[in-house]
T-cell receptor, first 117, second 116 residues
Framework: AQKVTQAQTEISVVEKEDVTLDCVYE???????LFWYKQPPSGELVFLIR????DEQNEISGRYSWNFQKSTSSFNFTITASQVVDSAVYFC??????????????WGLGTSLAVNP | DTEVTQTPKHLVMGMTNKKSLKCEQH?????MYWYKQKAKKPPELMFV???????INESVPSRFSPECPNSSLLNLHLHALQPEDSALYLC???????????????FGPGTRLTVL
């Protein structure tokens, strides 16, 4: 069965610290997609990144970077020089590529990040 | 900026009321979703519409009734809800592409529902 584990329930850092959010997944499929979403206190889920299972290149977008390692089934997310605006709940999610339109995201429980000034 | 809008932002209703949540997307997507999210939990999928047809119903109680009038609009009709239905209701949309590709879901800001 598919599963996503975010072992860190809550993380608290001081502004300008680097922080890594862990995501470990389980799937029997060879083709799948991984996602990260950010949910600030306002409630909206903001899409951050999608990565397919055939692309193991790391990605960097400004202060955000993602490390995808199939060997350890992990898709970790690092925020460099954290800012107060990064305070949010971050969700990792897994989806399999399937024929047709009946696809579903499998969500981790989320990591609540607090960045203190 | 999100191109998925939801109204109202907040809704308080009694258990005998009938109300509707509305969602609109302006991205030309052909798949739309309703999720329910309780505090400190991930979103739970409720319904999926693909090309205006209901394709997934995750065994949601009949007091929740979805409707997709056209490819841009998605409604969720609420009737005889229970206090435990209080939650954040999120709408999302994605490109519905055939051939097994999984599409990114883009979410609206949500409706915070309180049932008294």
């Amino acid at each position: 069965a598919q599963k996503v584990t975010q072992a860190q329930t809550e993380i608290s850092v001081v502004e300008k610290e680097d922080v890594t959010l862990d995501c470990v997944y389980e799937t029997r499929d060879t083709t799948y997609y991984l996602f990260w979403y950010k949910q600030p206190p306002s409630g909206e889920l903001v899409f951050l990144i999608r990565r397919n299972s055939f692309d193991e290149q790391n990605e960097i977008s400004g202060r955000y970077s993602w490390n995808f390692q199939k060997s350890t089934s992990s898709f970790n997310f690092t925020i460099t020089a954290s800012q107060v605006v990064d305070s949010a709940v971050y969700f990792c999610a897994l989806s399999e590529a399937r024929a047709g339109n009946n696809r579903k995201l499998i969500w981790g429980l989320g990591t609540s990040l607090a960045v203190n000034p | 900026d999100t191109e998925v809008t939801q109204t109202p932002k907040h809704l308080v209703m009694g258990m005998t009321n009938k109300k509707s949540l509305k969602c609109e997307q302006h991205m030309g997507h052909r798949a739309m979703y309703w999720y329910k999210q309780k505090a400190k939990k991930p979103p739970e999928l409720m319904f999926v519409y693909s090309y205006e047809k209901l394709s997934i119903n995750e065994s949601v109680p009949s007091r929740f009734s979805p409707e997709c009038p056209n490819s841009s609009l998605l409604n969720l009709h609420l009737h005889a809800l229970q206090p435990e239905d209080s939650a954040l209701y999120l709408c999302a949309s994605s490109q519905a592409v055939a051939g097994g590709h999984t599409d990114t879901q883009y979410f609206g800001p949500g409706t915070r529902l309180t049932v008294l």
